[in-house]
């Protein structure tokens, strides 16, 4: 429904960040696929593959490492617009919000509260448009030169067999049953996650 694999400008975030990667395959300069050029604009979807029917939880990760991306293309790329589409910032503790409050008044990455439905390729210029409704209940279109897909997390396929290894529990979901208070801790004393 995002156009991953049909259109060459929509990459996932594991993608972005190899071609942000000094050593990548661009050596750390951000390129569109499907033309070689910087890109001007580029939009972020947030809890794409969570935070859905079929897997109703938060990845936790999502929102930091896409706002590290968009502090990064704001650096390397003059001018660049960088724009995430997220249902609610999940900054998890007291230093990662204040880097997503960072994000946004020193480097000018902007927050749009929406969840995007779909996206459309300008077959032309390999432009990609979303369209979207913000808080004022307005419908919008605009378009990206690149769109990158903030994939969720699963449990590895193992997870289950180590866990049962080690003595320890997993949630309902499959990953280590952990503490709200103590996010590192395994439900067995001297081991972590």
């Not at 029917?53 to 704001?74: D, G």
Request: glycine share 8%.
């Amino acid at each position: 429904e995002y156009g991953y694999g049909r259109y060459p400008n929509v990459i996932t975030s594991m993608e972005y960040e190899r071609l942000a990667s000094r050593s990548g395959p661009t050596e750390g300069i951000v390129m569109r696929p499907s033309d070689g050029r910087l890109p001007k604009k580029i939009a972020w979807l947030q809890c794409i593959g969570s935070r859905d029917q079929e897997r109703p939880y938060c990845s936790s990760i999502c929102c930091m490492y896409s706002t590290k991306e968009a502090v990064l293309a704001k650096q390397r790329v003059p001018g660049v617009e960088a724009k995430i589409f997220i249902m609610d910032e999940r900054a998890f503790n007291k230093e990662y919000n204040a880097y997503f409050l960072r994000s946004r008044e020193v480097f000018g990455v902007e927050y749009v509260r929406s969840r995007i439905s779909n996206i459309i390729e300008d077959p032309t210029t390999h432009n990609l448009i979303l369209r979207y409704a913000k808080d004022d209940g307005k419908i919008y279109e605009e378009s990206f030169d690149m769109v990158v897909l903030a994939v969720g997390v699963e449990p590895p396929k193992g997870a289950a067999k180590v866990a049962q290894m080690l003595g320890i529990d997993l949630n309902r979901y499959g990953f280590c049953q952990t503490d709200k208070f103590a996010p590192l801790h395994t439900t067995r004393p001297g081991i972590y996650v």
